[in-house]
Each structure stands twice: as C-alpha cells, then as structure tokens.
C-alpha cells in the first residue's frame, strides 16, 4: 500500500498509528511505532548514536512510558532523529509534545509529584555521597509499614515491605530513608529479595539515607518486593509516626503496634509538606492485639502517620 510522503519519510500506513497521531499523546505514538516496528530502547539507542544523536536508555524508557518528556534543544534534536528513524512525518512528534512546561522554583519532574529535596532537605549531601539514582526510576506500588512500640511507649523496631515497579530499563537499585527524633540512629538488618547497598547518614540531621540492591536488574514495568527492618537502640517516647511520599503510591498500611499499655486514642494525620499543619482524621480503634491500623489507597505525595497520647 502506498501512502503520501513528507520530505523523504514515509507517512505511517498502520491505521492506529495514524489515529493515535492525530489523537493520541506523544508517548502513545512513541510506543506504538516503537512497537510495531519491532525495535528495542538498546537497538535505537544504538541507531541514533550511529547518526551522532546521544541520548540514554533511561531518557528513551521515561518519553515511551510517559514519565517525562523531551524539552531541551538536543532531546528536541533526538525527537527529530527518532521520526526519521521510526519512519514517521517530520515533526509529527515534536507537535505532539505542546509547549514546553514551566521550568525553575516551584515546578515539579512530573505531574502528581514533588521533588525529594522538599521532603528530605538536609539529605543532599548523602544522595551525592552514595550517587543516588534518578527521582522516579521506580514506583512504589504498596508500602507496608509494621512499627513496635515496647513498653517503655519507645520505638523498637519498623519492619517495612515495599511493591515496587521499574520505570526504566536496567533499573537495579532503590534509595530507602530513615529518620528518628532521638540522636542514636537506627540500624538496618532482616533484608530480604534485597542487599544493603552504600549507607549514608546524614551529620546535618539524624536522617540515614541507603540503597537497597535489588537482587536482579529491572526492565521498565517489572515489579519486585524488598523488605528490611530497622532497629532502634534507643530514645525518647514515641508519641507519632510517619512516611513521606514524593510520588502517589497505590496502597499505604501502616500497623503500630504497642507492646504495653495502649494509648486510649491514635488518630490518622496528613501533612501536605513539612511545614504545614497537620490534618488529622478520625481515631481509630485499636483491638485486642493492641495495634492501630491505617489503610490509605492512592497515597501521597505528602507525610502520612499516625499520633496518639497516653494521657
């Protein structure tokens, strides 16, 4: 079947791809041509390098799947390969990515989420030291925090299971934080599908950032599961707890369990940022076993925790 042509491209003749050109997002057409042309993100990595245009698989992973999107003049420049190279019209990609987004203070990487320096501002210096991998590189899916309290009303011990997916090719690595009010920091032990990778703490704080091996390499949409534990020696009474997320994330169970008296009340809190008052919800029961339990679908970005008293 013949078609028109633009310049010396073809214009595609699959019947989707043209719809989705005329009506579908940037990262739909990248996909599907991709697809239907039967190429790897290492064959056009390796395609676009041989015409003199450098651009990574990570970058080339984020633009298929949506995860950001080419701005600068030499992603530009690569987009403009990439038509050439899939066979389609010139500049029929680049229309498809609009204006470019508003850059500088206040602009976040990606829609529904928030940078990590907000969150964790005194943790850049420990990112740096264990060269931290890319915000977003992957998603947590379900997080499951199970927090003990001893009978002292301190904190003991958060054992943490993570759902994870990856959002690039070669992904093998994911950066986990700590973070205690008590100047003895926590020990980490009892990984599993997992090793303990560079550890961090931060002088500034007593935050500890480290990074969790993942036991084999990850391809853009495969899932994995760690879990680990962290140890407290000691400190002061614990009266809340908390996790900040910087993306949305599809599930949040946090258990506190209290090992001696029970607190009469603990009540669910949000706190959009770490300045912001928080929010709270309302109490929760807390049964024989003498555990709390907040269940929250489609969490985040923010802190989540749970505060209570024994008076």
Same mark, same amino acid.
């Given at each position: ?11 595609p ?8 050109l ?18 790897? %993100?290492?064959? #056009? ?6 015409? &003199?245009? *450098? ?11 949506? *995860? ?16 050439d ?7 029929? %990609?680049?229309?498809? !990515? ?15 989420? #928030?940078?990590? @320096? ?8 420990? !990112? =740096?030291?264990?060269?931290a ?14 927090v003990?309290?001893?009978? @002292?009303r301190? !904190? @003991? ?6 759902? $994870? ?18 100047s ?11 090793r ?7 002088e500034?704080?007593? =935050? ?8 084999q390499? $990850?391809s853009? &949409? ?38 001696g ?9 949000r ?9 709270p919800?309302?109490? $929760?029961w807390?049964?024989g076993s ?14 989540? &925790?749970l ?5």
């Amino acid at each position: 079947m013949a078609g028109n042509a633009v310049g010396t491209r073809a214009v595609p003749v699959d019947r989707e791809l043209r719809r989705l050109l005329r009506h579908g997002t940037f990262a739909q057409v990248l996909d599907h041509a991709l697809a239907v042309r039967g190429l790897s %993100l290492e064959q #056009v990595q390796r395609r676009l390098a041989s015409r &003199g245009v *450098r651009v990574s698989r990570a970058a080339l992973s984020y633009w298929r799947r949506g *995860r950001s999107r080419p701005e600068r003049e030499e992603s530009l420049r690569a987009v403009r390969a990439l038509e050439d190279l899939i066979g389609l019209p010139g500049e029929s %990609l680049v229309v498809l !990515l609009g204006p470019p987004r508003p850059r500088g203070r206040g602009a976040e990487t990606e829609p529904g989420a #928030v940078d990590r @320096r907000r969150l964790w501002p005194s943790c850049g210096p420990a !990112l =740096a030291a264990i060269d931290a991998p890319p915000e977003g590189q992957v998603r947590y899916l379900d997080v499951h925090e199970h927090v003990l309290v001893d009978q @002292r009303r301190r !904190l @003991r011990e958060v054992r943490t299971r993570l759902v $994870l997916e990856a959002t690039t090719d070669r992904t093998d690595r994911c950066v986990v934080y700590e973070w205690a009010e008590e100047s003895s920091r926590p020990v980490l032990g009892e990984l599993r599908y997992c090793r303990q990778g560079r550890t961090r703490p931060q002088e500034a704080s007593t =935050a500890t950032v480290c990074e969790l091996l993942l036991e084999q390499r $990850l391809s853009a &949409g495969d899932r994995t599961v760690v879990e680990y534990t962290w140890r407290y020696p000691g400190g002061s009474v614990l009266t809340s707890f908390h996790r900040r997320f910087t993306r949305p994330v599809r599930q949040y169970l946090l258990q506190v369990e209290f090992t001696g008296e029970v607190p009469p009340h603990c009540v669910p809190y949000r706190q959009p940022t770490l300045n912001s008052p928080r929010q709270p919800g309302k109490p $929760l029961w807390i049964g024989g076993s003498g555990t709390a339990h907040l269940a929250v679908p489609d969490a985040g970005p923010g802190l989540l &925790g749970l505060q209570w008293d024994w008076n």
